[in-house]
T-cell receptor, first 113, second 114 residues
Framework: DQQVKQNSPSLSVQEGRISILNCDYT??????FLWYKKYPAEGPTFLIS?????DKNEDGRFTVFLNKSAKHLSLHIVPSQPGDSAVYFC????????????FGQGTTLQVKP | GAVVSQHPSWVICKSGTSVKIECRSL??????MFWYRQFPKQSLMLMAT?????????EQGVEKDKFLINHASLTLSTLTVTSAHPEDSSFYIC??????????FGPGTRLTVT
């Protein structure tokens, strides 16, 4: 049972344009969501997070939007840069989860110069 | 801040031997550490949650006797793959938590069992 889903395995955008990565979840008990960036053979790097009491969180070029009614979150990267090319994972956690994160399958973003 | 290291970064071992992987939080104390496994082009699969001074909590389907976890201090957790077999070859990643939700990941360990 995949509680966190990233339905797009890959995304390709032009440098300078917006990258939008999507994530859906099924468990309504999740109350905290995170995005991680990962390069091959490296551990994930924390990017940005959002609590379920908010619908938007912004940090520089990265903005995460949360739509609780749709159980959907998205990561916007504006403007996209070639260095953003990596695999992006969304993750979710909830009360009583003892901090456990449930990860999506990942989306490979390629930003073309 | 929030740096997590893993050692070794890669290891090759023969089938039947045991391998220990260390995970350290370098600049903070982590009451909870997590161990993940990642197969090529797949997501991170949580193996176990490790709390300092207590037994690890394993996820369903993860063999406790095969993947021994010890959380000796607030900055160190170890994963020992016992009697390794080729199917244990994978990328093992640890993370450390310094808050309720956010986890900081180590660089991972590539294990190859021949």
């Amino acid at each position: 049972d995949q509680q966190v889903k990233q339905n797009s395995p890959s995304l390709s955008v032009q440098e300078g344009r917006i990258s939008i990565l999507n994530c859906d979840y099924t468990n309504s008990m999740f109350d905290y969501f995170l995005w991680y960036k990962k390069y091959p053979a490296e551990g994930p790097t924390f990017l940005i997070s959002i609590s379920s009491i908010k619908d938007k969180n912004e940090d520089g070029r990265f903005t995460v939007f949360l739509n609780k009614s749709a159980k959907h979150l998205s990561l916007h990267i504006v403007p996209s840069q070639p260095g953003d090319s990596a695999v992006y994972f969304c993750a979710a956690s909830g009360r009583g989860n003892t901090g456990k994160l449930i990860f999506g399958q990942g989306t490979t973003l390629q930003v073309k110069p | 801040g929030a740096v997590v290291s893993q050692h070794p970064s890669w290891v090759i071992c023969k089938s039947g031997t045991s391998v220990k992987i260390e995970c350290r939080s370098l600049d903070f104390q982590a009451t909870t550490m997590f161990w993940y496994r990642q197969f090529p082009k797949q997501s991170l699969m949580l193996m176990a949650t490790s709390n300092e001074g207590s037994k690890a909590t394993y996820e369903q389907g993860v063999e406790k006797d095969k993947f021994l976890i010890n959380h000796a201090s607030l900055t160190l957790s170890t994963l020992t793959v016992t009697s390794a077999h080729p199917e244990d070859s994978s990328f093992y990643i640890c993370s450390a938590s310094r808050g309720l939700y956010e986890q900081y990941f180590g660089p991972g360990t590539r294990l190859t069992v021949t």
